[in-house]
């Protein structure tokens, strides 16, 4: 069975840098194909998609939040973790964590975390 | 920057089809993507592949595609499909690639 849990602080300051772990199990991110990704929804609002880290290490982030972002992998530890620099209120949102298996299902998210929410307040 | 575009709403009665449309300029290139979300909880893949249909998703979800335009249909809905619906693809046309979600449609069941 594959799960994925993200983990972080639920309240963040302005300017402060955030860090969120995804902690997963049932696969592994050393597999031809697998991947992982970041992906918020602020309360009320659509999904939009962070960052990605596959299988071979190669790293892609959102064109418009590239400048804050950085995605690395623990494969031993079957962990992700994204850090997200200089937040900002309007970066108040759901996080998720949610896997790619492209051999299956393309570039689909096929698994998704429960999500933690962040607040970003003073 | 690339853009998919879902209307905002689509109300249906119980057992009737529901359709929802996601339109976006480099989806006759790209395979599309849906997931369900229902109130406080994680989306779940119901589509892949434009039409393929994870394991465990009932049968009335099916996709489809056509030019710039992806169709979700979902046939003898149910009240339990009442849910925000978001379609999702992925650009490939700038230096690297990106992962690019629809902005999402409530489905309400009247």
Redesign the interface.
């Known amino acids: 069975q594959v799960t994925l849990r993200e983990s972080g602080p639920a309240l963040v300051k302005p300017t402060q840098t955030l860090t969120l772990t995804c902690t997963f199990s049932g696969f592994s991110l050393s597999t031809s194909g697998m991947c992982v990704?970041w992906?918020r929804q602020p309360p009320g609002k659509?999904?939009?998609?962070l960052a990605?880290i596959d299988w071979d290490d190669d790293k892609?982030?959102?064109?418009?939040l590239k400048t804050r972002l950085t995605i690395s992998k623990d494969t031993s530890k079957n962990q992700v973790v994204l850090t997200m620099t200089n937040m900002d209120p309007v970066d108040t949102a759901t996080y998720?964590c949610a896997r790619t298996s492209s051999s299956t299902?393309?570039?689909?998210?096929?698994i998704?975390?429960?999500?933690t929410m962040v607040t970003v307040s003073s | 920057s690339y853009e998919l575009t879902q209307p905002p709403s689509v109300s249906v009665s119980p057992g009737q089809t529901a359709r929802i449309t996601c339109s976006g300029d480099a989806l006759p290139k790209q395979y599309a993507y849906w997931y369900q979300q229902k109130p406080g909880q994680a989306p779940v893949l119901v589509i892949y592949k434009d039409s393929e249909r994870p394991s465990g998703i009932p049968e009335r979800f099916s996709g489809s595609s056509s030019g710039t335009t992806v169709t979700l249909t979902i046939s003898g809905v149910q009240a339990e499909d009442e849910a925000d619906y978001y379609c999702q693809s992925a650009d490939s046309s700038g230096t690297y690639p990106n992962w690019v979600f629809g902005g999402g449609t409530k489905l309400t069941v009247l």
């Open positions: 990704s992906i659509a999904l939009e998609w990605l892609y982030y959102s064109t418009s998720y299902s393309g570039n689909a998210f096929d998704w975390g429960q999500g």
